[in-house]
């Protein structure tokens, strides 16, 4: 998660090393039912990030690392032209499900989000919510962002905080997971406005940066959360395999996560942080 390894400009996944941290990538995220958590915990993100685009009938979007669609799906509802890419095949079988079900039409693509199949300037709004800030390697995810919007276009994202809970929870579980490559760096970076400004750059102007939070009041008690997240997340669910053959460290985990949601719940509620930035293509990039 987060890793940087194996880029060059031309590209990525062209060493054996970057195809196999693809497919670890792949494969983590079909593992248990993300689009349990998509639709049941924070379903309302989509939406949020659709208005906050001013998305519209027409409009060309493209939605990156978007899951089973919790932000394509309204998007297509409104009228727009909706690409829906993800790197994991078995997100993209839920989504087409759930959009038939919801009468949603929109095109649902296979793709790496540091390597779009789509030509430049291809989009009016390019969007990700919680998707593309697992990406490997920031700055060739932000920087295929920014080619296949239009100039004048609409770039927006949600992504967690590092100081929210879901930021909280990757640094509580990270001394228990496999070493990451060298130069690696946590996805909730993609919620901090600085590491954001650094990777768009001077490609984007009328930049607004704004925290929220989501509530969440699905969990009554701390182990309510960590049952449900061992069974549905899929980076939760690779750090308790890497453990399962240690009962100490997996029995120090729970403990770990439980004092963590402890803290940030009252009255079976949490308020989960997120950073909401939208912003436009510059014309002459």
């Not at 940087?4 to 054996?16: D, I, M, V, W």
């Not at 690409?83 to 949603?104: H, N, Y």
Request: aromatic residues 8%; proline residues 7%.
């Amino acid at each position: 998660m987060g890793e940087t390894e194996g880029t060059t400009e031309e590209g990525t996944a062209r060493t054996p090393e970057d195809r196999a941290l693809k497919a670890k990538h792949r494969a983590m995220w079909a593992l248990g039912d993300y689009p349990s958590v998509a639709t049941h915990v924070i379903a309302e993100l989509g939406g949020v990030l659709v208005r906050e685009c001013g998305i519209g009938p027409g409009d060309r979007v493209l939605d990156v690392a978007a899951g089973s669609g919790n932000a394509a799906v309204p998007a297509a509802l409104l009228g727009a032209h909706v690409v829906a890419s993800d790197l994991t095949p078995e997100l993209l079988e839920t989504g087409r499900a759930a959009a038939a079900a919801a009468g949603a039409e929109l095109e649902w693509r296979e793709a790496d989000a540091e390597d779009l199949p789509f030509a430049d300037g291809e989009f009016d709004t390019v969007m990700s919510c919680v998707g593309v800030m697992f990406a490997p390697h920031h700055q060739r995810a932000a920087d295929e962002l920014v080619r296949v919007c239009r100039p004048g276009g609409t770039l927006g994202l949600i992504d967690w905080t590092p100081e929210g809970f879901i930021g909280q929870m990757f640094a509580t579980m990270r001394p228990y997971a496999p070493p990451p490559p060298p130069g690696a760096q946590p996805p909730p970076l993609w919620g901090d406005e600085e590491h954001v400004y650094g990777l768009l750059g001077d490609r984007v102007t009328d930049v607004e940066a704004r925290r929220r939070t989501l509530r969440v009041d699905r969990f009554a008690r701390p182990e309510e959360f960590r049952e449900f997240f061992k069974a549905a997340y899929g980076p939760t669910i690779a750090v308790y395999k890497a453990n399962a053959a240690d009962p100490d460290r997996t029995a120090a985990l729970d403990a770990d996560l439980d004092a963590l949601t402890a803290r940030h719940l009252a009255d079976g509620a949490m308020d989960w942080e997120y950073l909401l930035l939208t912003a436009h293509r510059t014309t002459d990039a």
